[in-house]
């Protein structure tokens, strides 16, 4: 069965200090995965994907198959990047699977 | 064309009663989608429009729920004698295509007395 996990419900950094939030995924076929983010009162909003391989805001995520992971990363974490990220793996683009969410606080 | 919307943004009900939430998609956009997420959870898959055909839905998703989306427009989720673990927000997202970025709107917040 296709599964999402995210370890870490909350993970706090300081600003300028890399960040790193986990996502591990489940799923026998060729996997899409994606990466949301939630800003505070603001609509869940797609951060990146990894087909794209772009950074956006900075953040990159590589697919690792061997590990079934889909890590995002940033070199030097902002204030603003404070928020709820999601990460999501969809079948065919059809069903998409969310993970339970990382709470990221980067501190000033 | 202000995004997705979707109305009421909050509905408080007595256990047993039926509600219905709408959602209206970005103009254009032929895929339509329904999540639930419950406190401390990611959205959940519940089902998926390609313009007015229902192509998926969720095997979570009970007989007491049911989504239409008539003329490949808005569409509507209803859920019949609602029962207290049905209290969540209820996300709809559309997209232009099957490849492309899902828009969520502010989502309805039900909650079941």
């Known amino acids: 069965a296709q599964r999402v996990t995210q370890p870490e419900k909350l993970l706090s950094v300081f600003k300028g200090a890399p960040v790193e939030l986990k996502c591990n995924y489940s799923?026998?076929?060729?996997?899409?995965l994606f990466w949301y983010v939630q800003y505070s009162r603001q609509r869940l909003q797609l951060l990146l994907r990894?087909?794209s391989r772009e950074s956006i805001k900075g953040f990159t995520a590589d697919l690792n198959k061997g590990e079934t992971s889909f890590h995002l990363k940033k070199p030097f974490a902002q204030e603003e990047d404070s928020a709820m990220y999601y990460c999501?793996?969809?079948?065919?683009?059809?069903?998409?699977?969310f993970g339970s969410g990382t709470k990221l606080n980067v501190k000033p | 064309d202000t995004g997705v919307s979707q109305d009421p943004r909050h509905k408080i009900t007595k256990r047993g009663q039926n509600v219905t939430f709408r959602c209206d998609p970005i103009?254009?956009?032929?895929?339509l989608y329904w999540y639930r997420q419950t406190l401390g959870q990611g959205p959940e898959f519940l089902t998926y429009?390609?313009?007015?055909?229902?192509?998926?839905k969720s095997r979570l998703l009970s007989d007491r729920f049911s989504a239409e989306r008539p003329k490949g427009s808005f569409s509507t989720l209803e859920i019949q004698r609602t029962e207290q673990g049905d209290s969540a927000m209820y996300l709809c997202?559309?997209?232009?295509?099957?490849?492309?970025?899902?828009?969520f709107g502010p989502g309805t917040r039900l909650t079941v007395l």
């Open positions: 997202a559309s997209s232009l295509g099957q490849y492309n970025e899902q828009f």
């Open positions: 999501a793996l969809s079948v065919k683009f059809n069903k998409f699977y």
């Open positions: 990894h087909i």
């Open positions: 103009s254009e956009h032929n895929r």
């Open positions: 429009f390609q313009n007015e055909a229902q192509l998926e």
């Open positions: 799923y026998s076929g060729s996997p899409e």
